[in-house]
């Protein structure tokens, strides 16, 4: 799932801890492999969270959206989301 949340960004010391603390509770989600976010110069925040089965992906999802509700409440609008099955994968 690739996860867009415009006007977003807004990163400060304590979001990253906040992050940290998210990607904790991710990995104890039965069947998550892999989390990342980074921003973009005009404010969103971009997120790639790698699943084995969609219900692990719908668990992630969950946990981000509640995440982003208390540590970036300014981020209101809809996020653009993008899922499907992996076909090729590297580095993990």
């Known amino acids: 799932m690739i996860?867009?949340?415009v006007g977003a960004a807004a990163v400060t010391e304590t979001l990253v801890r906040a992050g940290r603390a998210l990607?904790?509770?991710m990995s104890q989600v039965p069947g998550f492999v892999s989390h990342a976010a980074f921003t973009t110069e005009d404010g969103?925040?971009?997120s790639?969270?790698?699943c084995e089965?969609?219900?692990a992906l719908e668990a992630i999802g969950g946990l981000l959206a509640g995440w982003?509700?208390?540590n970036m409440p300014h981020a209101r609008q809809q996020p653009e989301i993008v899922a499907g099955?992996?076909?090729m994968q590297g580095g993990l």
Do not use: N
Request: charged residues 25%.
């Open 3 to 5: 996860r867009r949340d």
């Open 53 to 55: 089965d969609a219900a």
């Open 48 to 50: 790639i969270s790698i």
């Open 85 to 87: 099955e992996l076909i």
């Open 23 to 25: 990607t904790v509770q």
């Open 68 to 70: 982003l509700s208390v």
């Open 44 to 46: 969103a925040l971009i």
